[in-house]
């Protein structure tokens, strides 16, 4: 059993702590200019400003919104002792006073990868031993991750702020307007292309550390993911080809599909994994068969069932009869699970799975790069390491898309990914594929709640969250996403 974490971070010192945002991003100041300029003086403190970027999202507040925000709207968690935050998102009741909606912890980590990348420049001129190619990866992970953070922003809340500036300085504008979902991912789309050159292909240090920082194989994954969730489908191939071609990933093999992937982590098929330092967040904390926050669907079993020996099945992806989430809380194949200080779980957030898939999918809704013969053979390397037989469906667009979005929700299982899949799948040709989302009402609700919950569903624009009544108490520009705002 993994016993420690490699800390991506170290000690961050404590002149940079009074750099970043505070409790809600809205509340923004400019900081004391001697502590600038005492600070970014040489390469060691702008990788401890990194460091930080990292740091910031290796909090529950962080991870918590990444898990929750990606699950709880789609069918595949249960409430065990959920709060009543957490159970209004999982019947999509949502309103602004809901806490669970607060996006703080996301512009904390963009307001940390903007000071870096307003200082680094600074820092470099005063330090002759720090070189060009160094300062460029630097700023290139920082890149990347404030590009994650506001992807995920822009997928839950379509229209955010975008904030490219530090609020370090008096030129920041402290009451920032939404900026169209257009503009963000135009924004995203950019810093990606252009930092993915700078990045290493990977650290040689450990696989945690390989892992666990932002490299071409990360970049790549995610602007995978943009152009997908943006319809671009050829320049989602293109990237996936990019990622593919760098030679550095492979699928882990089926029988150690749950032992390497997730009981181990940072396996050959993981791109970006979080590196946990705290063993009591999200993932404990949701999971721990002693005391689990949430449990699978009732519908989990059923799910695998059609192949006997899909080696996503129970002790797994899921612990029967516990009703646990094995694929966090579980130690092998016997049962066994994780004592409440033995969650050494990395967070996931791409592995090559994950990245085949998505190139599966832009295959088949390409208009001029589409080739059905190649998504099949892509599904099918997921579903046969997985069951052992070939996938069974005719080579056809439709059917490929059915068996495309089931696999995906087998081997993604609680990863944060289903409510965003299934979003992706309806809203498609202008929500041409709603009744995806609407079935998710009669999953979800009791039968006293049906109408009341598919009334919720009914309306497209309660896909997406509404924005924290704070943040629009503290900025008179911001205007409330419309299905929230009466």
Known sequence: MKQNI??????????LMTLSSCTGYLEL?????????????????????????????????????????GELRAE????????????????????????????????????????????????????????????????AEALTIRSLAYFILVKNFKEVPLILTSTSNNQVDFYPAKSTESEIITQIISDLEFAVDDLNLGFSQSAAHDKGKMTKGAALSILTDVYLWNEQYDESIDASNRLVNLGKYNLVDGSEWFNQIFFEGNSNE???????????????????VGNPVYAPFDGIIDLYQEFPDDIRA??????????????YAGVDETGRYR?????????????????????????ILSSNN???????????????????????????ENELLNALLLERQKEFAFEGKRWYDVLRFAKRNNFENQDLILILAEVKAGPDDLEQILSYYSDTESYYLPIYQNEINLNPNLRQNPYYEN
């Open 6 to 15: 490699f800390k991506i971070f170290t000690i961050i010192p404590v002149i």
């Open 29 to 69: 100041e400019p900081k004391d200019n001697l502590t600038q300029q005492e600070f970014w003086k040489n390469k060691e403190q702008v990788s401890a400003a990194l460091a930080g970027c990292y740091g910031s999202m290796n909090q529950a507040a962080f991870t918590d919104k990444v898990l929750l925000w």
């Open 76 to 139: 595949m968690l249960v409430s065990v002792r959920a709060g009543g935050n957490q159970l209004n998102m999982m019947k999509n009741y949502m309103f602004p006073s809901n806490a669970l909606v607060s996006w703080s912890s996301f512009y904390k980590t963009i307001n940390h990868c903007n000071l870096v990348l307003t200082f680094a420049d600074q820092a470099q001129a005063q330090d002759l031993s720090f070189t060009e190619q160094e300062l460029n990866r630097i700023k």
């Open 270 to 288: 993981g791109i970006f994994e979080l590196q946990f330092d705290d063993i009591f967040a999200t993932i404990n904390s949701s999971f721990y």
């Open 314 to 327: 129970n002790y797994a992806t899921f612990g029967s009869p516990e009703n646990s989430v094995f694929k």
């Open 339 to 363: 004592a409440q200080d033995e969650f050494y779980n990395t967070f996931i957030f791409y592995r090559y799975a994950d990245v085949l898939l998505m190139q599966a999918e832009a295959y």
């Open 370 to 396: 589409k080739d059905l013969n190649k998504a099949y053979d892509l599904i099918n390397q997921i579903h046969q390491r997985a069951t052992g037989v070939p996938l069974n469906v005719p080579v056809l």
